[in-house]
Protein backbone atom coordinates (compact mmCIF):
# COMPACT_ATOMS: atom_id res chain seq x y z
CA UNK A 1 0.00 0.00 0.00
CA UNK A 2 1.10 3.21 -0.99
CA UNK A 3 0.50 5.42 2.08
CA UNK A 4 1.69 9.55 2.91
CA UNK A 5 1.39 11.28 6.29
CA UNK A 6 0.28 14.45 6.84
CA UNK A 7 1.75 15.99 9.80
CA UNK A 8 4.84 13.00 10.17
CA UNK A 9 7.62 15.44 11.54
CA UNK A 10 5.66 15.06 15.39
CA UNK A 11 7.32 12.05 17.22
CA UNK A 12 3.69 9.94 17.04
CA UNK A 13 3.18 10.02 13.66
CA UNK A 14 6.94 9.34 12.64
CA UNK A 15 6.53 6.23 14.93
CA UNK A 16 3.57 5.43 12.67
CA UNK A 17 5.83 6.07 9.42
CA UNK A 18 8.11 3.62 10.83
CA UNK A 19 5.74 1.18 12.01
CA UNK A 20 3.92 1.21 8.69
CA UNK A 21 7.37 0.73 6.72
CA UNK A 22 7.78 -1.97 8.73
CA UNK A 23 4.62 -3.49 7.76
CA UNK A 24 6.08 -3.46 4.39
CA UNK A 25 4.05 -0.33 3.13
CA UNK A 26 5.30 2.41 0.61
CA UNK A 27 5.42 5.41 3.19
CA UNK A 28 6.12 9.19 2.80
CA UNK A 29 4.84 12.40 4.47
CA UNK A 30 4.88 16.15 4.65
CA UNK A 31 5.58 18.46 7.22
CA UNK A 32 5.67 21.90 7.79
CA UNK A 33 8.91 22.12 9.51
CA UNK A 34 10.94 18.98 10.52
CA UNK A 35 13.72 19.11 13.00
CA UNK A 36 15.58 16.58 15.45
CA UNK A 37 15.71 14.37 16.60
CA UNK A 38 12.60 13.17 14.21
CA UNK A 39 14.27 14.38 11.25
CA UNK A 40 17.21 12.52 11.53
CA UNK A 41 15.14 9.24 12.64
CA UNK A 42 12.98 9.95 9.35
CA UNK A 43 16.37 9.49 7.43
CA UNK A 44 17.92 6.76 8.57
CA UNK A 45 14.84 4.86 8.05
CA UNK A 46 14.99 5.69 4.34
CA UNK A 47 11.18 7.41 4.96
CA UNK A 48 11.02 10.49 2.39
CA UNK A 49 9.34 13.47 3.07
CA UNK A 50 8.44 17.29 1.85
CA UNK A 51 8.63 20.18 3.55
CA UNK A 52 5.22 22.43 3.37
CA UNK A 53 1.47 20.83 2.51
CA UNK A 54 1.24 21.66 -1.11
CA UNK A 55 -2.15 20.08 -2.38
CA UNK A 56 -0.53 19.16 -5.52
CA UNK A 57 0.91 16.11 -3.38
CA UNK A 58 -2.31 14.78 -3.10
CA UNK A 59 -2.22 14.69 -7.22
CA UNK A 60 0.15 11.75 -6.90
CA UNK A 61 -2.10 7.99 -6.38
CA UNK A 62 -1.65 7.46 -2.69
CA UNK A 63 -3.36 4.70 -1.58
CA UNK A 64 -4.05 5.93 1.98
CA UNK A 65 -3.52 9.44 3.68
CA UNK A 66 -2.86 9.15 7.32
CA UNK A 67 -3.95 12.35 8.69
CA UNK A 68 -2.29 13.94 11.66
CA UNK A 69 -4.25 16.10 14.71
CA UNK A 70 -1.60 19.57 13.58
CA UNK A 71 -3.88 19.07 10.28
CA UNK A 72 -7.27 21.68 10.25
CA UNK A 73 -10.22 22.62 8.14
CA UNK A 74 -9.09 25.60 6.53
CA UNK A 75 -5.59 24.25 5.47
CA UNK A 76 -6.27 24.51 1.36
CA UNK A 77 -4.30 20.44 1.21
CA UNK A 78 -7.15 19.41 3.80
CA UNK A 79 -9.83 20.80 1.57
CA UNK A 80 -8.55 19.29 -1.52
CA UNK A 81 -8.03 15.56 0.28
CA UNK A 82 -11.79 16.16 1.67
CA UNK A 83 -13.11 16.84 -2.31
CA UNK A 84 -11.00 14.17 -3.59
CA UNK A 85 -12.16 10.40 -3.21
CA UNK A 86 -8.57 9.40 -1.61
CA UNK A 87 -9.19 7.47 1.86
CA UNK A 88 -8.07 8.70 4.70
CA UNK A 89 -8.15 8.01 8.59
CA UNK A 90 -6.58 9.14 11.87
CA UNK A 91 -3.11 8.08 13.11
CA UNK A 92 -4.79 6.83 15.85
CA UNK A 93 -7.36 4.35 14.40
CA UNK A 94 -4.65 3.07 12.09
CA UNK A 95 -2.49 2.43 14.36
CA UNK A 96 -5.49 0.03 15.99
CA UNK A 97 -6.66 -1.36 13.01
CA UNK A 98 -3.45 -2.51 11.95
CA UNK A 99 -1.16 -3.11 14.54
CA UNK A 100 -2.98 -2.48 18.65
CA UNK A 101 -6.11 -4.87 17.47
CA UNK A 102 -4.43 -8.42 18.64
CA UNK A 103 -2.18 -6.96 21.60
CA UNK A 104 -1.85 -6.83 24.90
CA UNK A 105 -1.31 -2.97 25.20
CA UNK A 106 0.28 -1.23 27.69
CA UNK A 107 -0.72 2.36 28.15
CA UNK A 108 0.95 5.27 29.82
CA UNK A 109 -1.22 8.00 30.48
CA UNK A 110 -1.24 11.29 32.41
CA UNK A 111 -0.16 15.27 32.36
CA UNK A 112 3.66 14.85 33.09
CA UNK A 113 6.00 11.88 32.59
CA UNK A 114 4.56 9.74 29.86
CA UNK A 115 7.39 9.65 27.43
CA UNK A 116 9.78 8.77 29.94
CA UNK A 117 7.38 6.23 31.94
CA UNK A 118 6.84 4.35 28.30
CA UNK A 119 10.28 4.28 27.73
CA UNK A 120 10.86 2.64 31.07
CA UNK A 121 8.45 0.17 30.35
CA UNK A 122 9.44 -0.72 27.43
CA UNK A 123 13.22 -1.17 28.34
CA UNK A 124 12.43 -3.60 30.99
CA UNK A 125 9.65 -6.04 29.00
CA UNK A 126 12.84 -6.07 26.22
CA UNK A 127 15.66 -6.65 29.58
CA UNK A 128 13.37 -9.10 30.46
CA UNK A 129 13.08 -10.53 26.91
CA UNK A 130 9.61 -9.83 26.35
CA UNK A 131 10.74 -8.27 22.73
CA UNK A 132 7.94 -5.50 23.13
CA UNK A 133 6.33 -3.62 20.41
CA UNK A 134 6.45 -0.15 21.19
CA UNK A 135 5.46 3.54 20.05
CA UNK A 136 6.90 6.78 22.08
CA UNK A 137 6.56 10.55 21.73
CA UNK A 138 10.13 10.88 22.65
CA UNK A 139 13.63 9.45 21.25
CA UNK A 140 14.67 6.49 24.51
CA UNK A 141 18.48 6.90 24.61
CA UNK A 142 18.39 2.67 24.68
CA UNK A 143 16.65 2.60 21.59
CA UNK A 144 17.48 3.64 17.75
CA UNK A 145 13.96 4.50 17.08
CA UNK A 146 11.25 5.79 18.98
CA UNK A 147 8.55 3.45 17.42
CA UNK A 148 9.31 -0.35 16.68
CA UNK A 149 6.90 -3.21 15.63
CA UNK A 150 7.76 -6.64 16.71
CA UNK A 151 5.98 -10.65 16.85
CA UNK A 152 5.75 -9.79 20.57
CA UNK A 153 2.23 -9.86 22.34
CA UNK A 154 3.04 -7.00 24.23
CA UNK A 155 3.01 -3.13 22.91
CA UNK A 156 3.89 -0.18 24.69
CA UNK A 157 1.92 3.08 24.15
CA UNK A 158 2.34 6.42 25.26
CA UNK A 159 -0.99 7.72 25.77
CA UNK A 160 -1.92 11.36 25.54
CA UNK A 161 -5.25 12.73 25.64
CA UNK A 162 -5.27 15.50 23.36
CA UNK A 163 -7.73 15.05 20.44
CA UNK A 164 -7.20 12.41 17.74
CA UNK A 165 -8.11 14.72 14.52
CA UNK A 166 -10.31 17.48 13.09
CA UNK A 167 -12.43 14.58 12.19
CA UNK A 168 -12.56 13.06 15.14
CA UNK A 169 -12.14 15.05 18.40
CA UNK A 170 -12.02 12.00 20.93
CA UNK A 171 -8.70 11.40 23.04
CA UNK A 172 -5.96 9.84 20.90
CA UNK A 173 -5.85 7.27 24.10
CA UNK A 174 -9.13 6.16 23.18
CA UNK A 175 -8.33 4.43 20.45
CA UNK A 176 -6.14 2.18 21.85
CA UNK A 177 -8.10 -0.19 23.76
CA UNK A 178 -5.52 -1.10 26.66
CA UNK A 179 -5.32 -4.05 28.66
CA UNK A 180 -2.71 -2.24 31.53
CA UNK A 181 -3.27 1.30 31.95
CA UNK A 182 -0.75 3.72 34.14
CA UNK A 183 -2.17 6.70 34.75
CA UNK A 184 0.80 8.67 36.08
CA UNK A 185 -1.02 12.53 37.04
CA UNK A 186 -3.86 14.51 35.86
CA UNK A 187 -3.40 18.29 35.83
CA UNK A 188 -5.23 20.93 33.96
CA UNK A 189 -3.16 21.20 30.65
CA UNK A 190 -4.56 21.34 26.44
CA UNK A 191 -6.58 24.51 27.12
CA UNK A 192 -7.42 24.43 23.76
CA UNK A 193 -9.44 21.21 24.00
CA UNK A 194 -10.48 21.45 27.45
CA UNK A 195 -12.28 24.20 29.43
CA UNK A 196 -11.19 22.98 32.54
CA UNK A 197 -9.95 19.79 35.39
CA UNK A 198 -13.10 18.44 35.52
CA UNK A 199 -13.59 18.27 31.55
CA UNK A 200 -10.02 16.36 31.71
CA UNK A 201 -11.11 14.07 34.49
CA UNK A 202 -14.18 13.24 32.72
CA UNK A 203 -12.71 12.73 29.60
CA UNK A 204 -10.08 10.09 31.91
CA UNK A 205 -13.01 8.68 32.92
CA UNK A 206 -14.23 7.73 29.59
CA UNK A 207 -10.51 5.32 29.27
CA UNK A 208 -11.34 4.21 32.25
CA UNK A 209 -14.38 2.68 31.02
CA UNK A 210 -12.94 0.58 28.23
CA UNK A 211 -10.38 -1.17 30.56
CA UNK A 212 -11.06 -4.95 30.76
CA UNK A 213 -12.39 -6.69 34.11
CA UNK A 214 -8.96 -8.83 33.84
CA UNK A 215 -7.04 -5.89 32.71
CA UNK A 216 -5.16 -3.35 35.47
CA UNK A 217 -5.05 0.20 36.43
CA UNK A 218 -1.66 1.22 37.91
CA UNK A 219 -1.66 5.03 39.29
CA UNK A 220 -0.42 7.45 41.59
CA UNK A 221 -2.77 6.98 44.65
CA UNK A 222 -1.64 10.50 46.07
CA UNK A 223 -3.01 12.08 43.15
CA UNK A 224 -6.33 14.23 43.96
CA UNK A 225 -7.53 14.38 40.73
CA UNK A 226 -6.96 10.67 39.76
CA UNK A 227 -8.95 9.73 43.49
CA UNK A 228 -11.78 11.66 42.14
CA UNK A 229 -11.48 9.74 38.65
CA UNK A 230 -11.99 6.62 40.72
CA UNK A 231 -14.81 7.62 42.29
CA UNK A 232 -16.60 7.95 39.00
CA UNK A 233 -16.54 3.69 38.52
CA UNK A 234 -13.55 1.45 38.25
CA UNK A 235 -14.35 -2.36 36.57
CA UNK A 236 -10.83 -3.46 36.58
CA UNK A 237 -7.86 -4.71 38.91
CA UNK A 238 -5.83 -1.59 40.80
CA UNK A 239 -2.24 -1.28 41.43
CA UNK A 240 -1.26 2.03 42.99
CA UNK A 241 1.59 3.70 44.76
CA UNK A 242 1.97 6.41 47.36
CA UNK A 243 4.82 8.18 48.85
CA UNK A 244 3.19 9.11 52.28
CA UNK A 245 3.52 6.83 54.95
CA UNK A 246 1.43 4.02 54.18
CA UNK A 247 -0.52 1.45 56.56
CA UNK A 248 -2.45 -0.01 53.58
CA UNK A 249 -0.57 -3.43 52.59
CA UNK A 250 -1.91 -3.02 49.19
CA UNK A 251 -0.59 -0.22 47.92
CA UNK A 252 3.20 -0.20 46.87
CA UNK A 253 5.44 2.82 48.57
CA UNK A 254 7.98 4.75 47.38
CA UNK A 255 10.06 6.15 50.25
CA UNK A 256 13.56 7.27 51.38
CA UNK A 257 15.98 5.01 52.95
CA UNK A 258 19.35 6.38 54.26
CA UNK A 259 19.48 9.01 50.95
CA UNK A 260 18.09 6.35 49.30
CA UNK A 261 14.67 6.12 47.08
CA UNK A 262 13.68 2.56 47.92
CA UNK A 263 9.88 0.81 46.34
CA UNK A 264 8.47 -1.55 49.46
CA UNK A 265 5.14 -3.45 50.40
CA UNK A 266 4.82 -5.17 53.16
CA UNK A 267 8.22 -4.76 54.63
CA UNK A 268 10.13 -5.86 51.73
CA UNK A 269 12.17 -2.69 50.53
CA UNK A 270 14.29 -3.13 47.02
CA UNK A 271 16.63 0.01 46.09
CA UNK A 272 16.08 1.98 43.52
CA UNK A 273 19.63 2.81 41.85
CA UNK A 274 19.20 5.08 38.24
CA UNK A 275 21.29 7.93 36.35
CA UNK A 276 17.73 9.94 36.25
CA UNK A 277 17.24 12.69 38.50
CA UNK A 278 14.16 13.69 40.86
CA UNK A 279 11.81 12.43 42.53
CA UNK A 280 9.53 12.93 39.56
CA UNK A 281 11.45 10.28 37.82
CA UNK A 282 11.36 7.97 40.83
CA UNK A 283 7.55 7.66 40.53
CA UNK A 284 8.28 6.77 36.79
CA UNK A 285 10.21 4.37 37.29
CA UNK A 286 8.01 3.11 40.32
CA UNK A 287 4.88 2.97 38.39
CA UNK A 288 6.59 1.20 35.48
CA UNK A 289 7.91 -1.19 37.81
CA UNK A 290 4.16 -1.94 38.89
CA UNK A 291 3.36 -2.29 35.20
CA UNK A 292 5.88 -5.14 34.69
CA UNK A 293 5.37 -6.64 37.79
CA UNK A 294 1.35 -7.48 36.67
CA UNK A 295 3.02 -8.73 33.63
CA UNK A 296 5.08 -11.62 35.85
CA UNK A 297 8.29 -9.80 35.67
CA UNK A 298 10.19 -10.36 38.97
CA UNK A 299 11.00 -6.97 41.07
CA UNK A 300 14.66 -8.27 40.83
CA UNK A 301 14.95 -8.05 36.94
CA UNK A 302 12.94 -4.59 37.32
CA UNK A 303 15.61 -3.20 39.53
CA UNK A 304 18.50 -4.42 37.64
CA UNK A 305 16.51 -3.14 34.44
CA UNK A 306 16.63 0.23 35.50
CA UNK A 307 20.20 0.67 36.36
CA UNK A 308 21.16 0.33 32.64
CA UNK A 309 17.78 2.53 31.31
CA UNK A 310 19.72 5.86 30.03
CA UNK A 311 16.85 8.40 29.71
CA UNK A 312 15.33 9.93 26.78
CA UNK A 313 16.21 12.60 24.63
CA UNK A 314 15.30 16.46 25.87
CA UNK A 315 13.90 14.69 28.77
CA UNK A 316 16.53 16.56 31.76
CA UNK A 317 19.46 16.29 28.98
CA UNK A 318 23.49 17.21 29.22
CA UNK A 319 23.52 18.69 26.00
CA UNK A 320 26.73 21.24 26.10
CA UNK A 321 28.67 23.51 27.94
CA UNK A 322 29.25 27.15 27.43
CA UNK A 323 32.57 28.37 29.31
CA UNK A 324 31.62 27.12 32.52
CA UNK A 325 28.50 26.32 32.74
CA UNK A 326 26.70 23.12 32.28
CA UNK A 327 23.78 23.24 29.48
CA UNK A 328 20.30 21.20 30.20
CA UNK A 329 17.73 20.51 27.25
CA UNK A 330 14.21 19.61 29.03
CA UNK A 331 10.77 19.07 27.71
CA UNK A 332 9.14 20.98 30.84
CA UNK A 333 6.10 22.65 29.54
CA UNK A 334 3.77 22.78 32.24
CA UNK A 335 4.36 24.59 35.65
CA UNK A 336 4.47 21.26 37.61
CA UNK A 337 7.05 19.85 35.32
CA UNK A 338 9.16 23.22 35.20
CA UNK A 339 9.36 23.26 39.04
CA UNK A 340 10.50 19.65 39.35
CA UNK A 341 13.19 20.13 36.66
CA UNK A 342 14.37 23.16 38.63
CA UNK A 343 14.42 21.39 41.40
CA UNK A 344 16.22 18.15 40.16
CA UNK A 345 18.92 20.07 39.41
CA UNK A 346 19.45 21.81 42.45
CA UNK A 347 19.24 18.78 44.39
CA UNK A 348 22.01 17.39 42.30
CA UNK A 349 24.04 20.60 42.40
CA UNK A 350 23.91 21.50 45.43
CA UNK A 351 24.92 25.10 45.94
CA UNK A 352 25.12 25.20 42.16
CA UNK A 353 23.36 28.46 40.35
CA UNK A 354 20.44 28.02 37.58
CA UNK A 355 19.69 29.68 35.23
CA UNK A 356 15.90 28.27 34.23
CA UNK A 357 14.71 29.68 30.26
CA UNK A 358 10.97 28.93 29.92
CA UNK A 359 10.11 29.11 26.10
CA UNK A 360 6.10 29.67 25.74
CA UNK A 361 5.18 27.41 22.55
CA UNK A 362 2.45 25.30 23.60
CA UNK A 363 -1.00 26.20 23.39
CA UNK A 364 -1.81 26.31 26.90
CA UNK A 365 1.36 27.90 27.85
CA UNK A 366 0.21 30.66 24.97
CA UNK A 367 -3.33 30.91 26.30
CA UNK A 368 -2.18 32.20 29.34
CA UNK A 369 -3.72 29.19 31.15
CA UNK A 370 -1.16 28.91 33.41
CA UNK A 371 0.08 32.02 34.28
CA UNK A 372 -0.98 32.16 37.77
CA UNK A 373 1.50 29.12 38.57
CA UNK A 374 4.37 29.84 36.09
CA UNK A 375 5.75 32.63 38.35
CA UNK A 376 5.86 30.19 41.15
CA UNK A 377 7.73 27.32 39.68
CA UNK A 378 9.96 29.50 37.51
CA UNK A 379 11.19 31.78 41.13
CA UNK A 380 12.78 28.38 42.69
CA UNK A 381 15.40 29.33 40.01
CA UNK A 382 18.42 31.34 40.77
CA UNK A 383 17.47 33.29 37.54
CA UNK A 384 14.62 32.66 35.24
CA UNK A 385 13.90 34.17 32.32
CA UNK A 386 10.83 33.58 29.89
CA UNK A 387 10.73 33.87 25.66
CA UNK A 388 7.70 35.40 24.98
CA UNK A 389 5.98 34.00 22.02
CA UNK A 390 4.82 36.51 19.68
CA UNK A 391 0.97 34.70 19.88
CA UNK A 392 1.21 35.32 23.81
CA UNK A 393 -1.10 38.48 24.59
CA UNK A 394 -1.01 37.88 28.31
CA UNK A 395 1.39 39.39 30.82
CA UNK A 396 3.30 38.47 33.67
CA UNK A 397 4.75 40.54 36.79
CA UNK A 398 7.42 39.32 38.70
CA UNK A 399 10.33 41.10 39.80
CA UNK A 400 12.31 38.41 39.79
CA UNK A 401 11.85 36.91 36.50
CA UNK A 402 13.34 38.43 32.82
CA UNK A 403 10.92 38.47 30.04
CA UNK A 404 12.37 38.53 26.79
CA UNK A 405 11.47 38.13 23.07
CA UNK A 406 14.17 37.16 21.27
CA UNK A 407 17.36 34.67 21.75
CA UNK A 408 19.87 37.96 20.82
CA UNK A 409 18.89 39.68 24.88
CA UNK A 410 18.86 36.36 26.15
CA UNK A 411 22.80 35.76 25.07
CA UNK A 412 23.51 39.18 26.42
CA UNK A 413 21.73 38.41 29.98
CA UNK A 414 23.91 35.05 30.58
CA UNK A 415 27.37 36.57 29.01
CA UNK A 416 26.61 39.60 31.63
CA UNK A 417 25.71 37.29 34.68
CA UNK A 418 27.95 34.08 33.50
CA UNK A 419 29.59 34.77 37.08
CA UNK A 420 26.86 33.97 39.01
CA UNK A 421 25.39 30.80 36.90
CA UNK A 422 26.47 27.51 37.15
CA UNK A 423 23.85 25.51 34.96
CA UNK A 424 21.41 26.43 32.12
CA UNK A 425 18.08 25.49 31.75
CA UNK A 426 16.35 25.55 28.59
CA UNK A 427 12.38 24.19 29.04
CA UNK A 428 10.52 24.02 25.89
CA UNK A 429 7.91 21.55 23.80
CA UNK A 430 8.94 22.94 20.86
CA UNK A 431 12.63 22.19 19.30
CA UNK A 432 15.61 24.67 21.77
CA UNK A 433 17.80 23.82 18.83
CA UNK A 434 18.07 27.56 17.72
CA UNK A 435 17.73 28.60 21.21
CA UNK A 436 20.85 26.57 22.01
CA UNK A 437 23.10 27.88 18.90
CA UNK A 438 22.40 31.48 19.92
CA UNK A 439 23.57 30.38 23.58
CA UNK A 440 26.93 28.82 22.16
CA UNK A 441 27.57 32.35 20.72
Given at each position: ??????G???????????I?????????????????????V?????????????????????????????????????????E?????????????????????V???????????????????????????????G????????????????Y???EA?????????????????????????????????????????????????????K???????????????????????????????????????????????Y?????????????????????????????????????????????K??????????????????????????H????????????????N??????????????????????????????????????????????????????????????????????????????????????????
Amino acid sequence: MKIHILGIGGTFMAGIAIIAKQLGHQVSGSDKNLYDPMKTVLENTNITYKEGYDPKILNKKFDLIIVGNVMSRGMPIIEKLLESNIKYISGPQWLYENVLWNKHVIAVSGTHGKTTTSSLVAWILKYAKLNPGYLIGGQPINFNAPAKLTNSKYFVIEADEYDTSFFDKRSKYIHYKPNTLIINNIEFDHADIFDDINAIVKNFHHLVRIIPKNGTIIYNHDDRNIQNLMKKGVWSKLRSLTIRKNKDKLIWALEKNNGDYVISKNGKKSKIETSLIGLHNYKNISLAILAALDLKISLSKCINAIKSFAGVKRRMELVGKKDHMLIYDDFAHHPTEIEGSIKSLKVKYKNKKVLSICEIKSNSMISGAHKKNLPQALETSHHSIILRSKLSKWTLKSKKINIYNNYDEILKYINLNKNDIDIILIMSNKSTKTLRMHINK
